[in-house]
């Protein structure tokens, strides 16, 4: 049973390229979160999916950046018109419940993202 | 806001010794409390939840306490190994307005042989 699946691992861009993140969730599991991980800090929540749906997009940039998890396919996090300071790790995680249900997450191996 | 904070400095131990991690919150009553280890360059992963009526939980050389009146959740590692080292996350979940966890910022913990 693969884990949560996330790729590239590794994504360079120039400033002012798009970046598109993937994640494919756990078989079975309907909940997707994404996270952002700067050095030195904790992992800063960013979006919350179901499919088709974005139920929570509060930690989110408003301008640049926009997730989907479509009915078929893997999770998208899109960042258009990258800048330096989006250079970091981002992770996916999937559930099948939700945190409020007292569901732990299953995590990918992140994408490093770099910035030039 | 709800606030979670830990050890912000590396833990250094020997091998053999306890260590001991500690994760404060504030602002907040938590009905549960998780724990996540996390390597570099990989996500974290879940090693324990406890919840609000629990005082105490074991996995292993793990264990968890959880003091609610204190605000506190402290993370024990016994007869430690190098192989332990890694940073550990707690984690929260969200109140009324939020939907996902909220993790702390971990702690760095080194065992040395």
């Known amino acids: 049973n693969a884990g949560v699946m996330q790729n590239p691992r590794h994504l360079v861009r120039r400033r002012g390229q798009e970046a598109r993140l993937r994640c494919s969730p756990m078989k079975g599991h309907s909940h997707v979160y994404w996270y952002r991980q700067l050095p030195e800090e904790g992992l800063k929540f960013m979006v919350y999916l179901q499919k088709e749906n974005i139920i929570d997009e509060s930690g989110m940039p408003k301008e640049r950046f926009s997730a989907e998890f479509p009915k078929e396919g893997p999770s998208i996090l899109r960042i258009q018109q990258v800048v330096r300071g989006d250079s970091a790790a981002y992770f996916c995680?999937?559930?099948?419940?939700?945190?409020?249900?007292?569901?732990?997450?299953?995590f990918g191996s992140g994408t490093q993202l770099s910035v030039l | 806001s709800q606030k979670i904070e830990q050890n912000s400095e590396a833990l250094n131990i020997q091998e053999g010794k306890t260590a001991t991690l500690t994760c404060n919150y504030t602002?907040?009553?938590?009905?549960?409390l998780q724990w996540y280890r996390q390597d570099p360059g990989r996500g974290p992963v879940f090693l324990l939840l406890i919840r609000e009526n629990e005082k105490e939980k074991r996995k292993e050389r793990l264990k968890v306490t959880f003091d609610t009146t204190l605000k506190q959740s402290l993370f024990h590692i016994t007869a430690s190994q190098p192989a332990d080292s890694a940073t550990y996350l707690c984690?929260?979940?969200?109140?009324?307005?939020?939907?996902?966890?909220?993790f702390g910022k971990g702690t760095t913990l080194s065992v040395s042989s």
């Open positions: 602002n907040y009553s938590p009905a549960y």
């Open positions: 984690a929260l979940p969200p109140n009324q307005a939020g939907t996902a966890l909220i």
């Open positions: 995680a999937s559930s099948p419940g939700t945190a409020a249900t007292n569901e732990k997450l299953f």
